[in-house]
């Protein structure tokens, strides 16, 4: 008796503090939403652009003065400030970042920068995308990569530089370049899905309590956290992430046909050196030596679309972040 006891105390505690954080996340969430109609006005964003070239000629010869004697330091600088503007005849390489998250948050900015792009660039230019992303749910990284295949509609040739990472969703995105480079220990590829759904049936069952569920159609819900799960359920499931799978793969081949996709669509990821013996990358190499490599024939910008949230909506998209579906590459 006294061990039941103890249970339902504590039972009892976590109910009142599960009851307690459901009722202040609703009341956030209503808060938030009438800040945000009030605020929304205020949610602008805009572009920046800076020529990443004209920089790094900036802090060369910033260096190379510094390193001159004092009365030949003053004949060089009076040499540079005569220098002609540079004619702007050489094509331009367009510098873009993507740092990934679950929910691939950055796609929106991604989606304004590629307009950008797409508004004055022609064949001869070139992207470079610089990505860091691990991954995330099925539908937003797809968004994601999507964007990228804009300009390979247009015929706009796509570099994607990994630096650190381009895992499930990432690789995703990367597979649409027209190359690939990533640094020796970068990890690529993770090309596989995985979804993670805990159950409490068995804790609600003991202490008592129903959860009775309701669908129109035979699998408009299957795997549930708060019901009983069946094998017909698990086995529902298990077909939709082999299919989202089967997808996954078939971009990939789509976009790299030289990947042996058998080989490499195992959910595995490898560090670069070994990613590019399989095919997964096209050259071993950091975002900085690319750019460094194109200076000299290209003129380079980089491009941030910038956006200030208002604290409400900050607020809100957190929220969202925490109750997102679990399904992701």
Same mark, same amino acid.
């Given at each position: ?6 249970? +339902?105390?504590? +039972? ?16 956030? #969430? ?12 205020? *949610? *602008?964003?805009?572009?920046?652009? %800076? ?6 000629? *900036? ?31 050489? $094509? ?32 001869? !230019? ?7 992303? $691990? ?35 990432? /690789? ?11 640094? $020796?220990?970068? @990890? ?7 979804? #993670?759904? $805990? ?5 609600? !069952? ?12 035979? /699998? ?30 078939? +971009? ?9 996709? *058998? ?7 490898? /560090? ?27 003129? @380079?910008?980089?491009?941030? /679309?910038? #956006? %200030?949230?208002?604290?409400?909506? %900050? ?5 969202? %972040? ?6 992701? +590459?």
């Amino acid at each position: 008796m006294l061990g039941m006891g103890h249970f +339902w105390v504590s +039972w009892g505690t976590f109910a009142a503090q599960a009851l307690t954080l459901v009722v202040l996340l609703v009341v956030a #969430v209503v808060v938030t939403g009438r800040l945000v109609s009030r605020g929304r006005h205020t *949610e *602008e964003g805009h572009l920046e652009v %800076r020529d990443l070239g004209r920089r790094q000629d *900036e802090m060369s010869r910033a260096v190379s003065l510094a390193m001159l004697p004092k009365s030949a330091g003053r004949r060089a600088r009076r040499a540079i400030r005569h220098q002609p503007a540079d004619p702007g005849e050489r $094509p331009a390489l367009f510098v873009l970042d993507f740092a990934g998250d679950i929910r691939a948050s950055r796609a929106a900015s991604l989606r304004e920068e590629i307009t950008a792009v797409l508004s004055v660039a022609t064949p001869a !230019d070139e992207v470079l995308l610089r990505l860091s992303n $691990p991954g995330g749910t099925v539908n937003d990284q797809g968004f994601a990569a999507s964007q990228l295949l804009r300009l390979r509609a247009r015929g706009i040739p796509l570099t994607v530089a990994v630096d650190t990472m381009a895992a499930s969703g990432g /690789y995703m995105m990367a597979a649409v370049a027209n190359r690939i480079v990533a640094a $020796p220990f970068a @990890v690529v590829g993770s090309i596989g899905v995985i979804t #993670v759904i $805990p159950n409490v049936h068995r804790l609600l !069952d003991r202490a008592g309590v129903d959860v009775e569920q309701f669908t129109a159609g035979r /699998y408009k819900r299957t795997v549930t956290v708060l019901g009983k799960n069946t094998d017909e359920d698990r086995a529902k499931l298990t077909e939709e992430l082999d299919d989202t799978h089967a997808l996954f793969k078939e +971009w990939v081949t789509a976009h790299r046909p030289q990947v042996d996709i *058998e080989r490499v669509g195992t959910g595995e990821h490898w /560090y670069g050196t070994r990613a590019l013996e399989l095919g997964l990358v096209d050259e071993l190499q950091t975002s900085d030596d690319y750019i460094q490599h194109r200076r000299p024939t290209h003129r @380079v910008y980089e491009l941030h /679309y910038r #956006v %200030r949230l208002p604290a409400a909506r %900050r607020l809100l998209a957190s929220l969202n %972040r925490a109750a997102g579906t679990p399904l992701r +590459w």
